[in-house]
């Protein structure tokens, strides 16, 4: 059964301070994997996209590394700041078409000063 | 122009109205897609529309009536729904059918809230 597991479920951390958000899938036939930013009450965000073939890509304070191996991908936020807070999502793209997205439940992460 | 639009941004209605849900984009993309978002869950995808055409249907009940009137437009009409149809409703498109590196751009959604 294709599945993706988010963990932590929900991180409080200092302004200014480092995170990891960690994510487990297993999804057959594998096409992308996407690091979303949601707000709350709002439409998601992309931060990032990696192919099969990408291990590491960066969008400014966020870095997302993909090990297509052990089927773990990581979202690290660098130096948070108080708009990091939000709910973040990976999202697993299947099949050859990759049309059947597999959504994470998110972590929602707060950040207080 | 790099923005999913969505109207309106609220919408109350009993269960005997007629609604419409509006979602635009001028990016040029060829597939389109409607997700359903109860609080504190991830999106769940209802319909997608591929160059117009009705790719796929998550075998949504029919008191939602998707609509693709041309490539920039789509629309979700609502009838007779349930107060567990409340939720946010969200439009996203890509370039094209979730291609291997095609990313979602998703609007800010509707709130939609059923008496």
């Known amino acids: 059964k294709n599945q993706v597991e988010q963990s932590p479920q929900s991180l409080i951390i200092l302004e200014g301070k480092n995170c990891t958000l960690q994510c487990n899938y297993t999804v057959s036939p594998f096409s992308n994997l996407r690091w979303y930013k949601q707000d709350t009450g709002r439409g998601p965000v992309s931060l990032t996209i990696m192919t099969f073939s990408e291990n590491t890509k960066s969008n400014g304070r966020y870095t997302a590394t993909l090990d297509a191996d052990t089927k773990q991908s990581s979202l690290h936020i660098t130096a948070s700041q108080l708009s990091d807070s939000a709910s973040y999502i990976c999202v697993v793209s299947a099949g050859q078409a990759g049309t059947a997205l597999i959504f994470g439940k998110g972590t929602t992460l707060s950040v207080s000063s | 122009d790099t923005e999913v639009t969505q109207t309106p941004k609220h919408l109350v209605m009993g269960m005997t109205n007629k609604k419409s849900l509006k979602c635009e984009q001028h990016?040029?993309?060829?597939?389109m897609y409607w997700y359903k978002q109860k609080a504190k869950k991830p999106p769940e995808l209802m319909f997608v529309y591929s160059y117009e055409k009705l790719s796929i249907n998550e075998s949504v009940p029919s008191r939602f009536s998707p609509e693709c009137p041309n490539s920039s437009l789509l629309n979700l009409h609502l009838h007779a729904l349930q107060p567990e149809d409340s939720a946010l409703y969200l439009c996203a498109s890509s370039p094209r059918l979730a291609g291997e590196s095609d990313t979602q751009y998703f609007g800010p959604g509707t709130r939609l809230t059923v008496l």
């Open positions: 990016m040029g993309h060829r597939a």
